[in-house]
């Protein structure tokens, strides 16, 4: 995660949590009462968002000093410590939540993506994401599926032209839908057919999308439209593909599968914030 | 939800999908193509954020009109039809993923919240959050919660003392962070205190707080230690309870359960958004 | 104040006055001449925001160096030093009315606010503020009232429940607002009545109110009023109380004592910066 | 007050004390419980802000229905009816602190501003301000000296130099101070110089600066001095002048004199919102 | 232009010429005035940033009324009316120099972009931007590119790879660099390559990147290069390609020609507003 | 340029450019692949806006070196070093367009005005700027134009009054219009009125106004009218004039000439970064 962008994402994050400030820090602590506090994860999984930590905490508190002991997209055990912190409790204990809920929702992610990485197994298939992120967050949320492994597909409507069934029946085929988005984008944009049927994926070829995705279908029929789709096409299967089905498309040759669960229904990973001591 | 405080929050949400513009929507239409849509329920819930629908359209075009035909708190089957959309297509569009990307999580909150209290099933005992939100969408989710029918607990580190084992450990003793507490905050804060022992509720008790927190504990031991807790002291328990074993806590006689996994851990509740043809 | 908070907020304040630059210091100095300056206090009172000078004048320059003198809630005897100020010439000047505007403000609330504790002289009652406060500086003025040894009442309609003669008349009585009110907040929300009669009194203590403010009454009302309200809930006067009667409730026995005048009716205690020379 | 400035200034001040919203008016009232409110003056004094009355009460709701029945620059006498308020009564109650915060802050401002130009009766001399303003509301509070009479000095540190004791130490004269700044300025900006000599006046002079001030002198000092300065100098007496030695300078012939205590310590003009009823 | 990013692009755009407000405008006319004025092209040229006339206005005043009498990408004559303003003429004359030096900017650039297309004359080759844009003004500047006739490239380092000589001098080679960006990025994402030699061209195209650039190649030595890259992927010439040689490419046979000054030399096409009268 | 100001403004336009991040620069280069960068002249010309080097690439990663060898103002001849950067070389890469965007501008405007003072070739007569700067960069554009050597005129419409012919239609006279504008305007502003007739020379001179603008006129009509004006009033030639006809206006005697294609119709100064390789 670039720095700079980083910093001005999570000013406004803190602030939403501390308001005027941190009654009960500031009630019982000194801003110069130092001590060491440790990250620890409390569930196995995949880091993503270590450079949080210290980035946060400088925000703070620039003599806030921190120790990462994991990196992005590294296994985490229960029980690993992720990071110690050193300096005044008084602001490590302010920004404590704010940190953990990042940190938490993103390796949830990275986990998350990491294992519908495993479950699929498949050698030639690759996890993506979808547009279904937090909003405010999809920054955050894009670079945790890449640490656990996925890709990125669109990270706005701005970069990249996705043709769905709303379209198609307002142009009255994909051929004409195509034709007219070609009118106006630029060379840098990809465009990408939802198709539903074997009709549409023969049109969307003929019209030479860049992208085709098989909406709604299992592997067994993917396996079989896939065939129709030269290989520089790029093929994505999407909707209704869950954990429990992900292994039944691990041979069916599609070139991503973008799940919308992995940002939209996540499960925090599990970290605690706590403090060793005074120094 | 304040309309206003929506409207500001909205802005940078809708921008963050939006970035220069929605290459697809403003190839394939002209702004003066009318349309209607329909936003329905794909599984069964409670609404939350409905009034997100007129507001964020309203931002992206204000000749879009909606009708909504459920209120927030009301419950959601299948099918059900939320919302009808009336104005541009390409607006509509525009607008539909980060629309439904709050209104999903929204509901997706007021229904665990309302599955919590069903399994809860108790007539005393009330259903909170906690400050594990996601960072930027506080104040959606808190919403969400009360729409669910539980309660918020502090929105910020500015609104309520919540004494922790850090802090206990600093000063010594409870009664001690407390006193420390007591010199600083003004009337209309209140001082909550973490408990792990028995003696810490007693001192807790004494030391005149306004809410005591039983940390990690069963039903069985809440119910023990309520007894030593006078009925103008609000209790909550925390930390360990999960919706397969809320159901113990029925008789536990505690005021509050406050649940973090209400807002960090959301499914969302599934809706989809179609356009029904041109006008 | 916490320094992550008085960075942003000063931001745009010190924006506010420089628009696109200093003209004049920035046509007679150049960046690289090095001084020095004092600020000093021109009257006696006490010290607030004295943390706004090496804030403010590191986001001018980081290569200035401040040294203070006297710290937050110290008194100010009028030649008093407060601070020494090293660096840019051409920076400092840029800096010096904004930071005078703030630490004058501030330090004339402290002031006031300590006055009007020694004039209520009263070892049971403590003075607290309202939210009669400029727009845009809530948070430093209610930060010098602590440093002038007051409490701080809610820092916005967000952290409290206040119960006025509006609510009560269009619910019909206070019990029945105060009903209302608890079926949607949570459990760290205090719940204050305002009263004008007994029969409020007794209503308001009946319903079990946190607070019960006694409004526009004389010490004399309020001794007799008091007598109804049990220890636990907490009691404040408010209305009309000007410094020349705050002794009148020295022995009041009420808790609180709230003062609109300490932040809608300011006088800035007087400063100044003066340039000691080169170096 | 130019609206679209207003409405953006506006914005940051509501959500200050909104924060998530108002936990008072949203429990007792629905947004749909219309009613009328009537804003009244409780002393005499001059308007100044009635545009802020609609503009952020349509901001909070577009439907509320502001009627003005008096305008800014006009006379109040305790009791007048200053605006009357139809709609909402959970947004009306809202919006009412922040609101009547401002507007009495710059009532207070032009009163005082009145008052000042009262005390010095005089037919050529003209009240302005200074920067001494409170950070972050400066274009408030200079509108307000307008609407009492007064005039406007300096914006900001961008739209006119002023060389003070320490750029004139530094340069080693004013002759040289001059110089140096008509070296960088453009056409459109005006040179002041602050004077403590008549020595210092006769350079300003010769020097042909826009205005010489006349810092912290008698009447009768400036009577004097004054007879050094063609006429189209324009001249300012500055420093230590007050409510009480004002009338002294009636007749002195300076064109303007300068009071920072018109902003820095305003004794806000106090005004009550009432709710008549419902509707 | 997607009028939500316009209106809040334009909010900043306004305030920094306005600052606290039109000295001029505000003491001449009263907010009430009432006049009709007319925006007319005084140069030949293309428009862009028609709809930037109504949205600024009804920022700066909704009752405001503009007609527009040409839309973007229209050709302009000399003396051709374009919008027609009718409402308060001190409104009207505070928004007038923001949106003519917005309006003659992107006029300016779809003009020249038009330039480049009749001098280009080539059926194949489509102009395109680059991000030479102004900062600021990105999103404003590329739609004034399409409304010109010309195509848009990246609108930001994030939505497109884009390999230089500095990424391939450090990887090695194009091939590996290729492959190094193939293993983070997304399907949505294309790939290009500039090229300098013909050998690596033939690197590039066996590395099976989506577009190829030439950068500082004449026509011929593309005509040359063109054969050996397959028409499945898209090649841009970029770089030193003036106005003068422009036509030269005309038989090229590159799909694109890129042109930095479109947007950073831009000439604005003049235009005036003028006060027809009151009403 | 105050560096407080530039890093406020440049935040903004970095992340536009950025949006979630810099897919090329992450993809090839790790941020701790540190190498040498030389942005060097590619053009003979006037430098303007180094400083925006250095703090761009800080706020981007504060341990980026930055080596100045030019200073703003200094001449540039085409392969000109201006500045090395030492460090990330991602960072730097990311950093590149933004940076070059901005000082290729304001080094094209500093040269442009160069130019025209050389042409004007004038011992009296200064050239200064409009308000037809690029909005959003007001602030870049009038530092650059003084870079060139040349004054700033009004920075905005708040900082001084100019009388146009649509206010002097609207009052009657010029006459009556400087009397409207005298009533409200304070101490330190000036009034400058556009003229067209000698009649309106004469009755400017008359008002006392502070600058007198000769619009659309040739050298020899203001020789002819400048005779009409007393010394201590400004003269200004503005409209029509261009770089050829520039030195027609040398002897003119007028004072400032504004020349609004100073700003509105930049030739950007050619200038490129490149990596020396790595360290």
Known sequence: MNKFILTEKLKPL????????????????????????????KADGILSGSSIIPTAFSLLDPSINVKLFKNDREKLAEGDKIASIEGSIQHILTGERVILNLLQRMSGIATLTNQAISFLNSEHTRICDTRKTTPGLRGFEK?????????NHRNSVNDGVMIKDNHIAFCGSITEAVEKVRKTIGPMVKVEVETETEEQ??????????LIMFDNRTAEEI??????VPSH???EASGGITMDTLHTYQHSGVDYISLGFLTHSVQGLDMSLNINGGI
Do not use: M, R
């Not at 994926?201 to 999308?209: H, L």
């Not at 396996?223 to 129709?228: G, V």
């Open 143 to 151: 670079y945790a599926v890449t640490c656990g492994g996925g890709y």
């Open 223 to 228: 396996a079989h439209l896939i065939k129709l």
């Open 201 to 210: 994926v023969k049109e969307a070829v003929a019209a030479g999308v860049d």
């Open 14 to 41: 803190l602030l939403e949590d501390l308001q005027f400030g941190d009654l009960t820090s500031e009630a019982i602590f000194q801003a110069s009462d130092i001590g060491e506090a440790t990250i620890t994860a």
């Open 233 to 235: 096409i790029i093929t």
